[in-house]
């Protein structure tokens, strides 16, 4: 995710940023070790149950939000088949979900904020109730054996416009367009899920709405069928993904398409703007194949089928990272580093997704870095020199300095110093250890984490593996510590 405009308390080292305040420096390109497999999700690990079937969890155990994602379930794939009727702002939805119980379960629970009609485990009717408005708490008629595979098919409708769930209303849409885009939540809002990056699952999504409108959401567009006035248009994403990068967005979008280096892209741009923005949005949207491409220069191959971007006119005020799409508010001539910055999120908060959410400068942080990188490459000042200005301009005693970055808190896990801290770090590792051991930590952590999740303490681990240095002194100093970098050798200053 990526807020836009920032505010203004976060102008000097921001400006620098934005205005690419960046002697350019090659980037060695070495090939990291081969990968390993990736991470274990949090959700899919088995545990023996001596005492019989028992109730999953209410939340995954992320103490930033306690109920987010379920104990005792893994999904493995979502069909979502929803409808949206824009007159009344109504949301129907069926969706299908085949899960694996990773213990015997008597109950198990679903992230949903919309009113439930019907479930059915395995087809046959189960019992349910709304014990906290974020939670569906589902009864199979059967106990569910630990390991084994069923189906969960939740019917819902309600008006997604009028909720709110930890300080949030995400519901983006107007009379003509809706955008479902959000960060740290969004699936809850439009479908039942196992809402946590570290439970990915494939997403399969159909939506049915006016056949003037044209939808666009993750992955590969498999088909659109026109029924009388409507049209129901389906999506699907061969690759897992968290759930709150499931996306879909309905509207007059005037859309493009094609391939490059090997990958398909699809771009999208709203109708409701100025031909002019229009004209700006979609050269922009465009960029996002031969961005994907540079980005997999560096980073080794692309961890997704296709690419590409939709600019929505409903101003949400951020650009954020949609698997395969992101979606973009409508952005200025100058804006290629937002989309540089989205793109990067697709290997480094897409493919290896956060553990829990006190990781996300890794995301941030890295996708604030490659920003720094593409004007590094592309004629402009160099990142190391951007990170000696930012370090200079913002004093000690600053209150940018004053966040631990690697356990920012609930309430600041979008605070500037996560973003910007967070390149300062990357960049002042990239010195600390040298550029080729840098280009390999990078290949080598989204290489072994493609598919699934990293944490603070699995990254300085391999940071010091690829070196061979004990890095303990300078993770401290720049994630762990609230307060300013001696400027060292040791620290990459």
């Known amino acids: ?21 960046l002697a350019a420096l090659p980037l060695a390109l070495l090939a990291g070790p081969a990968p390993a497999a990736p991470s274990t999700d949090r959700s899919t690990a088995p545990s023996a149950d001596r005492a ?90 059967r106990p569910i054996a630990a390991g084994s595979r069923f189906t969960v098919t939740v019917r819902y409708a309600g008006r997604p416009a009028g909720i709110a769930y930890a300080g949030e209303r995400n519901w983006l849409a107007d009379e003509r367009e809706v955008v479902t885009m959000n960060q740290p939540h969004m699936a809850p809002w439009w479908f039942p899920a196992n809402d946590h990056p570290s439970d990915k699952a494939q997403v399969d999504v159909s939506v049915t709405v006016p056949r003037a409108r044209r939808v666009v959401a993750n992955g590969e567009l498999v088909g659109r069928r026109v029924h009388g006035a409507l049209a129901t248009t389906r999506w699907r994403s061969r690759e897992p993904m968290a759930p709150y990068l499931a996306f879909f967005a309905a509207g007059p979008f005037q859309v493009d398409s094609g391939r490059t280096a090997g990958v398909s892209w699809y771009a999208a741009v709203s109708r409701q703007l100025p031909a002019r923005q229009r004209t700006r949005s979609m050269r922009l949207m465009r960029r996002s194949a031969p961005i994907t491409a540079w980005a997999a220069s560096i980073l080794g191959e692309y961890p997704f089928s296709s690419t590409g971007g939709l600019t929505t006119a409903l101003q949400p005020g951020f650009a954020l990272e949609n698997q395969t799409r992101p979606t973009y508010p409508v952005l200025g001539a100058d804006a290629v580093p937002t989309v540089v910055h989205e793109i990067a999120h697709q290997w480094f908060g897409n493919s290896v997704a956060v553990d829990a959410w006190r990781d996300i400068w890794l995301n941030e942080g890295a996708a604030t870095f490659f920003e720094l990188l593409w004007a590094e490459t592309h004629g402009g000042p160099s990142a190391a020199q951007w990170l000696s200005s930012a370090y200079d301009v913002e004093p000690a005693e600053s209150t940018f300095w004053r966040l631990r970055i690697d356990d920012p808190g609930a309430a600041r896990i979008f605070d500037e110093a996560v973003y910007l801290r967070g390149a300062m770090t990357f960049q002042a590792l990239r010195t600390r250890i040298g550029a080729a051991d840098f280009a390999t930590l990078l290949r080598t952590w989204v290489a072994r984490g493609a598919g699934g999740t990293g944490s603070t303490a699995q990254f300085t681990a391999l940071a010091e593996q690829v070196s061979g240095e004990d890095l303990d002194g300078f993770f ?14 040791a620290n990459g200053l």
């Open 1 to 21: 995710m990526l807020r836009l405009p920032r505010s203004a308390r976060r102008a000097p080292v921001l400006a620098m940023l934005r205005a690419g305040l």
């Open 476 to 489: 401290d100093a720049w994630v762990r510590t609230p307060a300013r970098p001696a400027r060292t050798a």
């Open 52 to 141: 019989g079937p028992v109730a999953g969890s209410s939340g995954i155990g992320d103490p930033y939000f306690p109920l987010d994602g379920n104990g005792g379930i893994d999904v493995r794939r979502y069909r979502i088949h929803v409808g949206y009727d824009f007159d009344t702002g109504r949301l129907t939805g069926r969706a299908v979900l085949t899960v694996r119980a990773t213990r015997a379960l008597a109950r198990f629970n679903l992230d949903l904020l919309l009113p439930v009609e019907e479930v059915r485990v395995d087809g046959r009717p189960a019992s349910f109730r709304k014990p906290r408005r974020h939670e569906l708490q589902v009864s199979p008629a």
